[in-house]
């Protein structure tokens, strides 16, 4: 029965499948120690509902069977104009990814429950306390780079995560997890321009761009505002330079200048951006950052 949700998955456009079963993941101690040592900046949230990292199961009673899943966004930079551009991963010319997604699994859930006759599912989608990519390691889509980033042989690591929990019993057979295929290369952390890759596999949040950009409440600083170079929203340099992604030059102009950004007020933004990755960081985070690199 699994062939036929990994042929469906496969036409829904989902680029890598696996399966694990709910137990404590790969790497949740040194999880544990990394929030320990507070280098999840001030992303609280992180630090809760350790008793659910620990056991996925937990999210959905009875589960037996995790359906870890990636599902590729383009590797062309979205860009504006004047020449400036945001992180690859916002396509902020499509609804936010959170809702795709759980749509295109609903579709799946469908066929599992059509297989299955009353088992129940639930799709989490970067929405709940799971060690995700920890999960999709586990089920042999790939291996995690020193980026952190999890790296799909000949695709790369422009997708996106999600996951089904369901009470089915699928057929999972014993897989051991993929052979870091990192090497000797150190491009990631050698590129990154605040440091924030400390060590191979290690990230410390409160310097990483992406944060500054996105998560964080305070605006971006004018030294952290040189170091962005040309992207106002979120940062891709770790991921560029991994000579398993595909040239990351490429762009895309879908977006309002940046001086239209900057005549926006909340109105107008909500209504072209609303239904976007961009509302997460709201239309006065994004001009500070703008800000911030034009000095």
């Known amino acids: ?6 042929d469906r998955a496969e036409a829904l456009g989902f680029i890598g499948i696996g399966f694990s079963t709910p137990q404590k ?3 949740f101690d040194e999880f544990l120690s990394w929030v320990s040592a507070r280098k999840n900046a001030d992303m609280s949230w992180m630090k809760r509902h350790v008793e659910l990292r620990e056991n ?3 999210l959905l009673r009875d589960c037996r069977t995790i359906i870890s899943l990636a599902f590729p966004y383009s590797s062309h ?3 504006t104009p004047d020449g400036f551009n945001v992180s690859r991963y916002s396509q902020p010319d499509q609804e936010d990814y959170h809702h795709r997604l759980r749509t295109i699994c609903s579709e799946l859930v469908g066929m599992l429950k059509d297989i299955y006759k009353g088992c129940k599912a639930r799709i989490c989608v970067d929405s709940v306390p799971i060690l995700e990519r920890s999960l999709a390691y586990a089920s ?5 780079g020193k ?4 790296i799909i042989p000949g695709y790369g690591s422009y ?3 999600a996951e089904i929990m369901t009470t089915a019993a699928l057929n999972v057979s014993s897989i051991e997890p993929m052979k870091n295929l990192c090497g000797s290369c150190t491009r990631c952390l050698d590129a990154c321009p605040v440091g924030a890759l400390e060590k191979p596999f290690y990230l410390n949040a409160s310097k990483c761009l992406s944060y500054l950009t996105i998560e964080n409440k305070v605006h971006v600083n004018k030294e952290d505002g040189i170091k962005m170079g040309d992207c106002f929203f979120g940062c891709d340099r770790c991921q560029e330079v991994c000579p398993f992604n ?6 895309d102009v879908i977006l309002p200048s940046t001086e239209e950004f900057l005549r926006m007020n909340r109105e107008s933004f909500s209504v072209k951006f609303g239904s976007t990755a961009f509302a997460r960081a709201g239309i006065e985070k994004i001009k500070a950052n703008i800000r911030a690199i034009k000095g």
């Open 147 to 150: 980026n952190n980033m999890l």
């Open 77 to 79: 930079q979205p860009g």
């Open 140 to 144: 042999g889509i790939g291996f995690i």
């Open 159 to 161: 997708f996106y995560l």
């Open 1 to 6: 029965m699994s062939t036929e949700i990994i």
């Open 246 to 251: 595909s040239d990351g030059k490429s762009r």
């Open 56 to 58: 996925p199961g937990l």
């Open 25 to 27: 993941p790969l790497y």
